[in-house]
């Protein structure tokens, strides 16, 4: 289970406030920024500068677009729908900020705005009430759930506790801290107690696009080059250990093994401490174009002659983790590999 903290419209208190608390705990979270109200103020309200977006940015959080104005989309014909879409997006850009992910204002949302939204981004969180399933069903229709003034510190752990018991991901929808006048708050009190349970936990907390994994893009015949983490993985023991990189078609891992692209393994021999941390490896040129997932298994024995894999630790599926696509001439695009978590 994953769970994301999203704060919408960016508000100053969340820099001021929500900033150190969730980093005592080492936690990170999402900014849903309204770009013409950048250092201004939103609803009465002052929202963070550049400057304080920029330094929580550094510090690992992530950059959604939130439109630029804050309008009601569903009201607007699709020109002005896109001007808030587009112009936002090359606002945060331009700033340096890689933007994936829009936050729906006021949840006006439906099949056109979600049509015009996949248009510049890889994700869309409306306000739908809900958890996503792992893998997600749409990511333009990203649920979550929201905390308003009355919101116990109990409802809010229960929200965790029943993603943890379903192996969900929750996205927990957050706006002015502190502010007890105003019906979209939390106080400090419960933000610090929610921090400090997720930490005590061991519950995973990652952005909006570290848990969709944006799909990089790659032409047949064109090389991935994947760096591994080896230091999040030392955990597994003392002797060499094998990880392999499965692509293929499917959500599963039954069917990407049965739809499989290409296979890479990596060893590291933790008794030397020599291993590989990184490698190119090229796409088939007969490849079908389209989307494939990633397998990760991690292994302790392997068979280099049957290529049998002994002795599983740990496998996971990335869904949507690499889109093959014609006519990128000969540019190479790059994806990072990483597991963190283990
Ligand atoms: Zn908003």
């Known amino acids: 289970m994953v769970v994301t903290l999203c704060f919408d419209d960016a508000y100053e208190e969340v820099y001021t406030i929500g900033f150190p608390i969730l980093t005592g705990y080492g936690i990170r979270g999402t900014l849903g920024i309204i770009t013409n109200e950048i250092g201004g103020s939103f609803e009465g309200y002052p929202i963070m500068n550049l400057n304080q977006m920029t330094e929580m940015h550094n510090n690992g959080w992530e ?30 850009e331009s700033f340096g900020f890689d933007v994936n ?29 809900g958890t996503n399933s792992i893998p997600v069903a749409d990511r333009y229709w990203l649920k979550s759930k929201w905390v308003v003034n009355t919101t116990s510190l109990g409802e809010i752990i229960s929200w965790i506790d029943d993603a943890k018991a379903n192996n969900t991901w929750l996205i927990i929808m957050l706006h002015n801290i502190d502010r007890s006048e105003r019906e979209y708050n939390i ?27 944006p799909s990089p893009e790659v032409e047949q015949g064109g090389t991935i080059r994947e760096t591994i983490n080896w230091d999040a993985l030392v955990g597994v023991g003392t002797h060499p250990f094998y990880l392999f990189s499965m692509y293929g078609v499917g959500t599963t891992e039954s069917e990407i093994l049965a739809n499989q692209l290409m296979v890479h393994w990596f060893v590291k021999d933790v008794a030397t401490g020599t291993y590989t941390t990184s490698i190119n490896a090229t796409v088939p040129s007969n490849a079908p174009i389209g989307t494939y997932s990633c397998l990760t298994i991690i292994a302790d024995d392997f068979n280099t002659t049957t290529g049998d894999i002994l002795g599983i630790y740990d496998s996971e599926v990335d869904a949507n983790v690499l889109t093959i696509v014609p006519g990128l001439g000969a540019t190479i695009v790059s994806t990072n590999f990483m597991r963190v978590a283990f």
């Open 187 to 213: 106080s400090s009190e419960n933000l610090s107690a929610i921090s400090q349970y997720i930490a005590e936990q061991n519950i995973n907390v990652l952005n909006i696009s570290e848990v969709l994994n």
């Open 63 to 92: 950059i959604a677009s939130h439109s630029v104005t804050h309008p009601s989309l569903t009201d607007l014909n699709d020109g002005a729908v896109t001007n808030e879409l587009a112009n936002s997006k090359n606002t945060l």
């Open 101 to 129: 992910a829009f936050i729906v204002p006021f949840g006006a949302y439906d099949d056109r705005i979600a049509s015009l939204v996949s248009q510049y981004y890889y994700s869309c969180r409306p306000s739908i009430w």
